[in-house]
């Protein structure tokens, strides 16, 4: 599935810095960052709270085609 996170600055370049330290994708660092957060919230017992309730936000239209991995991986690094 495919989204877009508002992330602060500062937690995106030690996310990217780490992913580039270990091989892999951004998008497998976070995977594994929620799964990890979310299997410690049920072994907590925290998923019986109240739902969490995020803000949108209306980005636009994108710049680089979604459909094209190279492109956005290209575009993300310049």
């Known amino acids: 599935m495919r989204t877009t996170l508002v992330i602060d600055d500062p937690v995106y370049q030690r996310a990217c810095e780490n992913a580039k330290r270990d091989h892999k994708r951004l998008s497998e660092l976070v995977t594994e960052a929620v799964e990890n957060y979310l299997l410690t919230a049920e072994q907590s017992g925290k998923n019986n709270s109240a739902p969490l ?15 094209n991995r190279e492109e956005m991986y290209r575009r993300m690094e310049e």
Do not use: T
């Open 53 to 67: 309730h995020l803000k949108s936000f209306a980005m636009g239209q994108p710049s680089v085609d979604l459909n």
